[in-house]
């Protein structure tokens, strides 16, 4: 929750959720070394744990702005009060003689607290830089099955949820298409091999290249809004022929999976669309 809430933050906020995580992350294991090896260092992990939360609420306030930032980062900041509570509760039960739990338990609970807020932080920063990059790339082509018609379907729904307007869309049966194809050698004389979905980056440039299958899908999802960047990175975490399997065992079969449908494109959407 907390690396999707700082994906989803301002610039501002995302910094200091970051610094924020680095200081509640190092709190969590200078209490737990404490616990396990010096009394001592409790009192320096509380006071990082007490800068770290005060960031974090500073934070929060940066980023006001963002509704669905606002609500990961509410549900995450619910779960912290909670672990810190359980510590708290077990210190005071510590000072009058009474262990609620076991010296292992609190040590596992703080390494493994420290350890969490260190990868969210980490991994909520990546995917705050990947979205920012994303936002400022130029845009894709992406080139569908014309007569598919769960493919027209895919490319309303893409519509719908591109709203950077980072994709243009163009049939595979048209001229644009068919340029792209020759200029990479994806013609069927050259014996090219490829299933309903292409992806066009940088089109027209000499950085131009031609992404299919799941690596095209993959692609289009972190150009989209809201939670499709995380559903790229973890698509990308399967191993890229299982991937195109499970692609291809779709596009085989994407003629019966919806019958023929074209949707007339709203005045703003026609921009979108090449020949």
């Given amino acids: 929750l907390l690396a999707l809430g700082v994906a989803k933050a301002s610039p ?10 680095v200081a509640l992350g190092l709190g969590f294991a200078v209490t737990g070394a404490g616990i396990a090896f010096a009394p001592s260092l409790e009192p320096v992990g509380a006071g990082l744990l007490v800068l770290g939360l005060g960031t974090y609420l500073v934070a929060g306030r940066i980023g006001k702005g963002r509704g669905l930032s606002r609500a990961l980062l509410l549900l995450s900041s619910l779960a912290l009060f909670l672990v810190l509570a ?32 260190a990868l969210a932080g980490a991994l909520g ?15 894709a082509w992406v080139l569908y099955d014309g007569d598919c018609g769960l493919c027209n379907r895919s490319v309303q729904w893409l519509l719908r949820r591109d709203r950077a307007a980072r994709l243009r869309f163009a049939p595979l049966q048209g001229p644009t298409a068919a340029s792209v194809l020759v200029r990479h050698g994806l013609t069927p004389e050259a014996g090219a091999d490829f299933d309903s979905v292409l992806l066009v980056l940088d089109p027209k440039t000499p950085t131009e290249r031609v992404l299919d299958r799941s690596a095209a899908a993959a692609a289009v ?3 989209l809004g809201g939670p499709w960047p995380l559903a790229a990175a973890l698509l990308h975490a399967i191993p890229a022929r299982l991937r195109d399997a499970a692609y291809r065992f779709v596009a085989q079969r994407r003629h019966t999976l ?17 020949p």
């Fill in 12 to 21: 501002r906020a995302a910094q200091a959720f970051l610094a924020a995580g």
């Fill in 86 to 117: 359980l510590g708290a509760t077990n210190a005071f039960g510590k000072l009058r003689g009474e262990r609620l739990l076991s010296l292992r338990a609190m040590v596992a609970l703080h390494g493994g607290a420290a350890f969490v807020f």
């Fill in 125 to 139: 920063h990546f995917l705050h830089a990947l979205g920012d990059g994303l936002r400022r790339a130029s845009p």
């Fill in 221 to 223: 999802a972190l150009r």
């Fill in 258 to 274: 919806a019958p023929p449908a074209c949707a007339l494109p709203s005045e703003d959407d026609r921009a979108r669309f090449l």
